[in-house]
């Protein structure tokens, strides 16, 4: 496992953007493929995005397709996630996780390392 720490999240506009970071230390990120999932109030987790451990691989939710940008940078041990164009339903709490593969995961069952979580909030 690894520890990971989330940052960026806040209150935005519809049509805003917003960047999420994820930082570990200590350990070697290129060696964990790493996903961005959201939760709303009264429901379930939800799968973002993902990215495999060299970043060349990458997979979108369909409703994050065009709008949202996972990426990463192994030399700063941080993964990211550009949210353009907001709305009010991208409101949720977003995590991001790691697993110990390289080959990236869809269901966060697949996840075991996960960040505190960050609050996105956009407003109408």
């Known amino acids: 496992q690894v520890q990971l720490v989330e940052s960026g999240g806040g209150l935005v506009q519809a049509g805003g953007s917003l960047r999420l970071s994820c930082t570990t230390s200590g350990r070697t990120l290129s060696s964990y493929a790493m996903g961005w999932f959201r939760q709303a109030p009264g429901k379930e987790r939800e799968f973002v995005a993902a990215i495999s451990g060299s970043g060349t691989n990458t997979y979108y939710a369909d409703s994050m397709k065009g709008r949202f940008t996972i990426s990463r940078d192994n030399a700063k041990n941080t993964g990211y996630l550009q949210m353009n164009n907001l709305k009010p339903e991208d409101t949720a709490v977003y995590y991001c996780?790691?697993?110990?593969?390289?080959?990236?995961?869809?269901?966060?069952?697949?996840?075991?390392?996960w960040g505190q979580g960050t609050q996105v909030t956009v407003s109408s």
């Open positions: 996780a790691a697993r110990g593969s390289r080959f990236y995961a869809l269901s966060p069952g697949n996840y075991d390392s």
